[in-house]
């Protein structure tokens, strides 16, 4: 046994504790480095999407069946299925967030497919970049955040673009509450109150017709007022509807407001020139993000 006297022991721990400070530097770097990543870099964009899926024993032998239904073939893909020993996985999609709105709708449909439902989004900053899980069991319960049937059908609509699918996600995948320690319950975060701003007035017009794919550009605008003291991000929902009240199509853009600020939100979309005709109505609603 070495016996080392005190001012060998000082020595000594005061080295330990520059490596500690070392290493702890090392990860911050990593973890600082992580949050910068850029999707659209050129090392990053060829990256495939990588999905894991979790099933009841009631699919196997539909392996191939299922991996199939994840192939767009426009975008690289890599499927793991598993399967969960017990009756049925979680009802759960987490996308990561340099997934294309592509991929996502074709797995939030694969998941509704063979899960039966989708009732929870897993928070995003916990998944790897070009990931996607569906039945996930090993991210824990708080991450999963409940969506509503409505709001997954905004998210699969189809008139999104990536960035858009990827804006209205992270609102959506935003934790309602706040877990305390040591199993002391929740705690509500702040409501986003959707009263406190109002669509005073809205229209749309058919624009270009696109005649070689059979579309038509529609360009819609609604006038919104922030009647709260708080800056807002609202996010405003466009459909065009048929005589039922259904929607043909959908778009959605998304902007700040200032208190007591009336502003015009803009954009455009398309719509099958064939369905132009049926539409009758249109319906612009909104919803309150994080100004974070």
């Not at 000082?10 to 990593?30: E, P």
């Not at 009631?58 to 793991?80: D, L, M, P, Y």
């Not at 003291?229 to 459909?239: A, H, N, P, S």
Request: glycine share 4%.
């Amino acid at each position: 046994m070495i016996v080392l006297n005190p001012y060998t022991k000082r020595i000594f721990i005061a080295a330990s504790i520059v490596l500690a400070v070392f290493f702890v530097l090392i990860q911050c770097h990593d973890l600082s480095a992580d949050t910068v990543y850029d999707c659209d870099a050129k090392e990053n964009r060829d990256t495939p999407t990588t999905i894991e899926i979790v099933l009841s024993q009631k699919w196997k032998g539909q392996t191939e069946e299922v991996k199939r239904s994840f192939i767009s073939g426009t975008e690289a893909v890599k499927v793991r299925v598993k399967f969960f020993p017990f009756l049925d996985p979680p009802t759960n999609i987490g996308i990561g967030k340099c997934v294309t709105s592509e991929s996502a709708r074709l797995a939030i449909r694969a998941a509704i497919k063979y899960s039966g439902k989708v009732d929870r989004l897993i928070f995003q900053d916990i998944l790897p970049h070009h990931w996607i899980k569906i039945g996930s069991t090993d991210l824990p319960e708080l991450t999963w955040i409940p969506i509503s049937p409505g709001d997954l059908e905004h998210l699969a609509d189809p008139a999104l673009t990536t960035d858009q699918f990827q804006s209205l996600y992270r609102q959506l995948a935003t934790p309602k509450e706040r877990k305390k320690p040591f199993g002391m319950g929740s705690k509500e975060l702040p409501d986003h109150d959707a009263s406190a701003v109002q669509v005073l007035s809205h229209k749309w017009h058919p624009d270009t017709v696109w005649e070689r794919i059979g579309k038509t550009k529609f360009v819609w605008e609604a006038t919104v007022r922030n009647n709260s003291d708080t800056r807002k991000r609202v996010f405003v929902y466009y459909d065009l509807l048929d005589e039922n009240n259904f929607p043909l199509a959908r778009n959605m853009a998304n902007q700040f407001i200032e208190p007591h600020q009336t502003i015009v939100v803009a954009s455009d979309s398309y719509i099958e020139s064939v369905e132009l005709p049926r539409v009758k109505t249109s319906r612009a609603t909104i919803k309150i993000g994080s100004t974070h």
